[in-house]
């Protein structure tokens, strides 16, 4: 249902650039179940509360699982727009699908675990939160997470170079190669800021190795810069890009 809202035929007038039209896929179906599935795993832990105070602590949560939450739908977005864009199917791109959907699915409780531990104090007070860490493991647990958003990104960037790959025998315009390279570019800085993070770990030991996940925070302003140069340059070498495009492939 979700993606009937935005299929290609609803976003036509936000993107008069967008020039295919393909039908929601099995692929994409059987994804939406399992994000559903993570994001009920999310929450699968959660009991209804015995007494108020169980319930301050059940809504003090809210932040950490709304963290949570918006990492899985950033996640599912830009699977959505993948398949709204390409409507892939091959072999390849089902396998690099899948192993998506496994990581996502492995990944969740380490996302819920860390965003409940960076909100503990104020979810259950200080000292008296459940969850056991020590300062030794604390830059494992980043890690482990650091490690789960580079293989996220590297797959999307995969799938994405797929595209590219078959753009000819597709019949790609030079228009539509450029934007598909935009987005192999982006999921590489999404690469980058994770690699990046994982290096600071080994350089910030303890307990303050959670602050290397400050990195991530970086990724809006890297794709506001990184967007408005390369749509600057697509208007530069597209000017009727609305219209059937007849440029050379020639642009990076």
Not at 30 to 50: M, Q, R
Not at 82 to 101: C, H, K, P, Q, V
Not at 233 to 249: A, G, I, N, W, Y
Request: charged fraction near 20%.
């Amino acid at each position: 249902m979700i993606r009937k809202i935005f299929s290609p035929d609803r976003l036509k007038s936000r993107d008069s650039s967008r020039k295919r039209d393909f039908e929601i896929q099995r692929i994409e179906t059987f994804s939406d179940g399992v994000f559903a599935f993570a994001v009920t795993l999310l929450i699968v832990s959660l009991e209804v509360p015995k007494s108020f105070e169980d319930l301050l602590i059940s809504m003090r949560g809210f932040f950490a699982f709304g963290i949570s939450f918006a990492i899985l739908f950033s996640i599912w977005s830009e699977q959505h727009r993948f398949f709204r864009s390409y409507g892939m199917e091959d072999g390849f791109t089902i396998f690099l699908n899948g192993a998506l959907l496994f990581i996502v699915l492995f990944y969740t409780y380490p996302l819920k675990f860390l965003f409940t531990l960076l909100f503990s104090n104020q979810i259950y007070g200080t000292h008296d939160s459940p969850l056991k860490i020590n300062t030794q493991q604390m830059p494992e647990l980043m890690m482990i997470y650091a490690l789960g958003f580079i293989m996220i990104y590297i797959l999307f960037f995969l799938m994405y170079f797929n595209v590219y790959r078959k753009s000819n025998e597709r019949g790609f315009t030079s228009f539509e190669k450029f934007d598909c390279r935009s987005e192999m570019y982006k999921e590489a800085i999404m690469i980058f800021t994770g690699v990046l993070s994982l290096v600071f770990v080994f350089f910030i030991k303890g307990e303050q190795s959670i602050n290397s996940g400050m990195i991530y925070l970086l990724i809006p302003l890297g794709n506001i810069i990184f967007f408005t140069y390369r749509k600057k340059l697509r208007r530069k070498l597209f000017p009727q890009s609305d219209v059937e495009d007849t440029h050379p492939d020639t642009a990076d």
